[in-house]
């Protein structure tokens, strides 16, 4: 199969998958609309990338945070203009899973847990002509919701398979630049 493809099978099916776009092309128009809006620059874009790039090779532990050169992303050539490969997360297979237990025994499991505190859906509409493509109001409103505003998290694993739209994430979310962002490697 075909990744991108399938995923314009979930677009409306009226107005927007008969256009023919897949996700790299409506990820370009977004990442397009936020630059000429002034919202994030290629550097912005290009910053999300190295530090997700250093973090999974500390990870790894074949190099060090910081030897990821920014400028030498922007010099790389466009898959879809604005967005350049470092900029599009690669088609792997990919998987995550969580361990639930009572707070006894994830005490008895892991050294410090993490804590559900609360949990929330929102869903934006999915006509694109409907919505600012640079905003995700569901993630702020469920964000809200469940935390009350309080924005002080010491960790925050987004999902954001697109650089531009961790930038979209952070500011809906409120995070500040001491959270760490995506310590996995994004």
């Known amino acids: 199969g075909n990744l991108r493809r399938t995923l314009s099978l979930q677009l409306d099916p009226y107005l927007v998958a008969p256009l023919g776009v897949d996700s790299l092309a409506l990820a370009g128009l977004q990442a397009r609309m936020g630059l000429d809006a002034g919202?994030?620059?290629?550097?912005?874009?290009?910053?999300?990338?190295?530090?997700?790039?250093?973090?999974?090779?500390?990870?790894?532990?074949?190099?060090?945070?910081?030897?990821?050169?920014?400028?030498?992303?922007?010099?790389?050539?466009?898959?879809?203009?604005?967005?350049?490969?470092?900029?599009?997360?690669?088609?792997?297979?990919?998987?995550?899973?969580?361990?639930?237990?009572?707070?006894?025994?994830?005490?008895?499991?892991?050294?410090?847990?993490?804590?559900?505190?609360?949990?929330?859906?929102?869903a934006d509409s999915p006509n694109l002509g409907a919505v600012d493509l640079t905003t995700a109001p569901s993630a702020r409103a469920a964000a809200q919701a469940v935390t009350g505003g309080d924005t002080a998290f010491d960790v925050a694993e987004l999902h954001a398979p697109f650089t531009h739209q961790e930038l979209i994430l952070r500011e809906e979310l409120g995070l500040g630049d001491s959270t760490v962002i995506n310590p996995s490697g994004g």
């Open 39 to 122: 919202k994030w620059t290629d550097r912005d874009m290009a910053e999300v990338a190295a530090r997700s790039y250093a973090t999974a090779k500390d990870n790894a532990k074949s190099q060090r945070s910081g030897d990821v050169d920014v400028d030498a992303l922007l010099d790389n050539p466009y898959v879809a203009d604005p967005l350049r490969k470092h900029d599009c997360a690669p088609i792997t297979d990919g998987a995550a899973a969580i361990v639930l237990a009572s707070g006894d025994r994830a005490r008895e499991l892991c050294e410090n847990p993490a804590w559900i505190t609360g949990i929330e859906h929102r």
